[in-house]
């Protein structure tokens, strides 16, 4: 049986998952600094996903949550629900390794500055009303709609690479690094929907693909760049630019091209389906994948717990064409908090 999505006229089948946040920890007492080790550029390529992704991913969070009141298709509401529930998480789970950072001398509060700067400053809500207010969302949701397409594929790269394996990344981080990247895999639809079915226009879609990809790939360049020129090491290790050369030859970083890889992929009008279909491996899958690694190297089951907990929750709860669970929505997500219902401000067109 399959319910009917009227956002995006996609089918749900009875096998789709509910998307849902998952209660992990992670202890970050044994993890050295570099924890890819004698790769300083690699280590602070990720480093920006602990000091950077944190503050968007919550500024993100609070934009979808924001879209809630104008979304009347329940399946959508719910993975919405799921989505900000999952990215709260993950800010939180990356916050706890800044403490550690700082303690190896990065200069945390100067970045955090220069988050704070662009996400209050640039994606901020600048106090706008009326039409002004309902563009300027619709702008955000398309930015981070094409945010979190990139965010998806490198969810994916983190969750197929090998290299990681091979140079024994510090298992904890190696935990964080692919749950985060699977969960970016589970909920990389739920982002583009929304957009399409608040506002779901072409050339907005075009442009915030663009400005996500350079705003994204620049705030990624120059936190790396800056963290590694901090470094001692980097004085012989040579200019950053080398270093990332390097580390994407040795499959430590992904190819910066995928930027423009995937923009045709995310600008194809048939994107949700292609995504929905043949790019999408079962998360669920790729976690199993998680903890059979984890399992062989005799770790406690950090991913197993997640795992664990996401099944007993109900990730395995199957829609079977049910209307969802409207009643406790907001709660479920942590999300109620943010949301600001501003009945009657817009009236949403369904449809792309
Ligand atoms: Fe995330
Ligand atoms: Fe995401």
Not at 46 to 73: C, K, S, T, Y
Not at 143 to 168: C, P, R, S
Not at 178 to 193: K, L, Q
Not at 299 to 327: I, N, V, W
Request: hydrophobic content about 40%.
């Amino acid at each position: 049986m399959a319910a009917r999505n009227a956002a995006t006229a996609q089918p749900y089948t009875a096998e789709a998952l509910s998307i849902q946040p998952r209660n992990v920890k992670f202890d970050w007492s044994d993890v050295p600094q570099q924890y890819i080790p004698g790769e300083t550029y690699a280590t602070h390529f990720w480093n920006v996903m602990h000091l950077v992704l944190p503050e968007g991913e919550r500024a993100m969070a609070d934009v979808f949550a924001q879209a809630m009141p104008f979304i009347e298709d329940e399946r959508l509401r719910e993975e919405l629900k799921g989505f900000v529930g999952q990215e709260e998480t993950h800010a939180n789970s990356h916050e706890t390794f800044r403490q550690h950072l700082e303690d190896g001398g990065v200069d945390v509060p100067r970045i955090m500055r220069m988050m704070e700067f662009v996400i209050d400053q640039v994606f901020g809500d600048h106090g706008l009303q009326g039409k002004a207010a309902e563009m300027w969302l619709n702008e955000r949701l398309g930015i981070y709609a094409a945010a979190e397409h990139f965010t998806a594929v490198i969810g994916e790269w983190l969750i197929d690479n090998k290299e990681f394996d091979n140079v024994g990344v510090d298992p904890t981080m190696l935990d964080l690094l692919r749950w985060h990247g699977a969960e970016e895999m589970e909920h990389r639809n739920v982002a583009f929907d929304v957009y399409q079915h608040v506002d779901g226009s072409y050339a907005r879609r075009v442009r915030t693909a663009l400005i996500a990809s350079v705003g994204l790939g620049a705030l990624w360049m120059s936190t790396s760049s800056y963290l590694y020129n901090q470094e001692p090491a980097s004085k012989k290790a040579g200019p950053w630019p080398w270093a990332l050369a390097k580390s994407m030859k040795n499959g430590l970083v992904p190819n910066i091209s995928f930027f423009i890889k995937e923009m045709p992929q995310y600008l194809n009008p048939t994107f949700r389906r292609l995504s929905g279909t043949s790019r999408s491996p079962p998360p669920l899958g790729r976690l199993d994948d998680v903890r059979r690694r984890r399992q062989k190297r005799g770790r406690p089951a950090l991913a197993d717990a997640a795992d664990d907990k996401c099944r007993s929750e109900g990730l395995l709860r199957t829609f079977r064409g049910q209307p969802g669970r409207s009643g406790a929505l907001a709660s479920e997500a942590g999300a109620s908090h943010r949301l600001r219902s501003q009945p009657g401000r817009r009236t949403h067109h369904q449809g792309s």
